[in-house]
């Protein structure tokens, strides 16, 4: 990858269908993942290993992961998965998964809300799944919540922002991504914070992670770009959305984010076409409006 090149981490299925209020069946999600992998996408996080009592969405994770063994591309394609605790991880690790996420948010209110711990305990947890799959030769990356706006304590602090981000760092994540959860930050917001975090982590360890609620989320990651960010999760057809975060719409559409950088001469890897189709099949299946305003545009033509 080439030093203006940007590596997209593609959410949808996680992200995107954790918040879906009808049932999805495994197997179109299964459909999406496969499909995805066929666009370029290198990175596609396929579910997450949580309580089902809390997001009975994902109740499935253990069957998607178990099918696309034998029908979804694997090669160069990695399939990471959210785990919150070591059940998630011992779960996830049955399945021979290769990379996990662990998220933890900034500010407590959400902690408390999305995973019943206080931001302090959150670490005590996170650590030890850390090192857990560091041991076993598991990759962790970490999501880190809340990093402008909290839906529960209001305004983030860049400063407590970058404390985390350094502890999760110091614990083993390879990256950092910096979750607008509640879609409400703007550039203004997105430079003030990168500009404090980069003067003590490089930008290589961090990656954008912008929900869309107030349509920001494209300028957010064009600003975060022109900042040195080279990392960006999106969700194809702007699905996407947590649970615990009331009001907070999709992540920043794959298509969006591919025709931005694609436009800017920046290379994504991805086919903007293939995925088009996708956004405009896997809308169709949930009954909802394509949430990417170029897929809908694209598929229109
Ligand atoms: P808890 O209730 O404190 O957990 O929840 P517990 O240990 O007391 O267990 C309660 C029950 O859940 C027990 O079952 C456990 O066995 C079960 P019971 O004995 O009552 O039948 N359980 C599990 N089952 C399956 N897998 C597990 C697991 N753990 C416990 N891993 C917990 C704590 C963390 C488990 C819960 O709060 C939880 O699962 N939260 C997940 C919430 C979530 O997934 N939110 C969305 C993802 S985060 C996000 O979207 C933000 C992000 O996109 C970035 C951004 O936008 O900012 C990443
Ligand atoms: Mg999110």
Redesign the pocket.
Known sequence: MSGNAVRIVE?GPR?GL?NIKDVVPTATKIELIRRLAQTGLRTIEAT????????PQ?SDARDVMESMRSSVVQGDVSYPV????M??LE?AMVLGVQEI?I?LSATDGFSRN????SVEESLVRARAVVDKARGQGIRVRG????VVDCPYDGRTSPATVLNMAKKMLDMGCFEI?L???TGTATPKDVRRLLEILLREIPAVKLAG?F?DSYGQAVANVKEAYQIGIRAFDSSVGGL?G????PG?KG?VATEDVVYLFENMGIDTGVDLTKLANIGDWISQQLRTPNGSQVGAAFVAS
């Open positions: 959410v992200d954790q997450s290993f949580v309580s089902p009592k809390w997001v994902l959210l785990v919150p605790n059940k998630g779960a996420g998220f999305n995973i019943n711990c999501y880190l919540s809340c991504s979750g607008d959860t992670h929900h996407g947590c649970p615990y975060s907070a992540n």
